[in-house]
T-cell receptor
């Protein structure tokens, strides 16, 4: 079964360092997302991406964050200068298209756990 | 603005019994979809079931069913014949049709523990 692949599974970084989280969405999917889950809390929307541009971003997604789809398969999330509060699980997700159906659901990757020291 | 509320932080159920996880939502948009995801301790998000706002019948997927009460704006998940492997966090989520990006908004989650 097709899956969304995320790397690394866990990254430890020092405050102020740049981090890039990588995702390979399902190949025929057109919509891509990043979500964040701070330990023990709910899953929060960060950004949606379609047709090589950001469709929507949340207030969490400030100037320290950026996304890119550099080569048609990878989808990356960059945090320019990490803060302690960026420690969280980051999920990449993808969907085929905009249609509403039980088959067109958001498929999540296994997540990348980021720990900022 | 859309909002999802799950009022049960934690639930216990005996193995083989049924359990209902509550979810209420708030939106003025008439077109939306409601979703349930399971998050086991390993952390991944697993899609369980979907209900469209115009669907006439409640959704079912194996042991999962969705008790959709549109007038009350509730979309409760019913798990029948609970198994030990059902122990996990469960998130209710909503997507609005008009939203170009198609984002999902999640509730706070309910942690379900199944007792042997």
């Amino acid at each position: 079964e097709p899956e969304v692949t995320q790397t690394p599974s866990h990254q430890v970084t020092q405050m102020g360092q740049e981090v890039i989280l990588r995702c390979v969405p399902i190949s025929n999917h057109l919509y891509f997302y990043w979500y964040r889950q701070i330990l023990g809390q709910k899953v929060e929307f960060l950004v949606s991406f379609y047709n090589n541009e950001i469709s929507e971003k949340s207030e969490i997604f400030d100037d320290q964050f950026s996304v890119e789809r550099p080569d048609g398969s990878n989808f990356t999330l960059k945090i320019r200068s990490t803060k302690l509060e960026d420690s969280a699980m980051y999920f990449c997700a993808s969907r085929v298209d905009r249609a509403f159906s039980g088959a067109n659901v958001l498929t999540f990757g296994a997540g990348s756990r980021l720990t900022v020291l | 603005a859309q909002k999802i509320t799950q009022t049960q932080p934690g639930m216990f159920v005996q193995e083989k019994e049924a359990v209902t996880l509550d979810c209420t939502y708030d939106t003025s948009d008439p077109s939306y979809g409601l979703f349930w995801y399971k998050q086991p301790s390993s952390g991944e998000m697993i899609f369980l079931i979907y209900q469209g706002s115009y669907d006439q019948q409640n959704a079912t997927e194996g042991r999962y069913s969705l008790n959709f009460q549109k007038a009350r704006k509730s979309a409760n998940l019913v798990i029948s014949a609970s198994q030990l492997g059902d122990s996990a966090m469960y998130f209710c989520a909503m997507r609005l049709f008009y939203n170009q990006g198609g984002k999902l908004i999640f509730g706070q989650g309910t942690e379900l523990s199944v007792k042997p």
